[in-house]
């Protein structure tokens, strides 16, 4: 199956950006959806953001709508998360996954962790006030 490799965490201050990226191992064209869901220790791993390619659409968690966009490059095989306005509350460990499709989270209008089986190990993003 698909291997993911999540890159581009680290630490900033308040209001600053970053870009994550998460490479494949191999063309992704079985896994239509793609996310980001991100972890803090003791707490549920949270949708941050997700893609499905089938119909273009893309779902964003509350607390990240109108800072955080999410963009795919198939030739490159890599997902993206753009970062911007970055809070403290946006720390944590962020993990990209895949799947065959968003069908929960296209039902939800946001993402939904069980939509996916296939997880990278993570980058950590840290936010400093």
């Known amino acids: 199956q698909v291997q993911l490799a999540e890159s581009g965490g680290g630490s900033v201050q308040t209001g600053g950006s970053l870009r994550l990226s998460c490479t494949a191992s191999?063309?992704?064209?079985?896994?239509?959806?793609m996310g980001w869901f991100r972890q803090t220790p003791g707490k549920e791993r949270e949708g941050v953001a997700v893609?499905?390619?089938?119909?273009?659409?893309?779902y964003y968690g509350d607390s990240v709508k109108g800072r955080f966009t999410i963009s795919q490059d198939n030739a490159k095989m890599t997902l993206y998360l753009q970062m911007n306005g970055l809070k403290p509350e946006d720390t944590a460990m962020y993990y990209c996954?895949?799947?065959?499709?968003?069908?929960?989270?296209?039902?939800?209008?946001?993402?939904?962790?069980?939509?996916?089986?296939?997880w990278g190990q993570g980058t950590q993003v840290t936010v400093s006030s």
């Open positions: 893609f499905w390619r089938a119909n273009g659409g893309t």
């Open positions: 996954a895949a799947a065959a499709g968003c069908f929960r989270s296209a039902r939800a209008g946001r993402p939904d962790r069980s939509d996916f089986a296939v």
């Open positions: 191999e063309n992704t064209h079985r896994s239509n959806c």
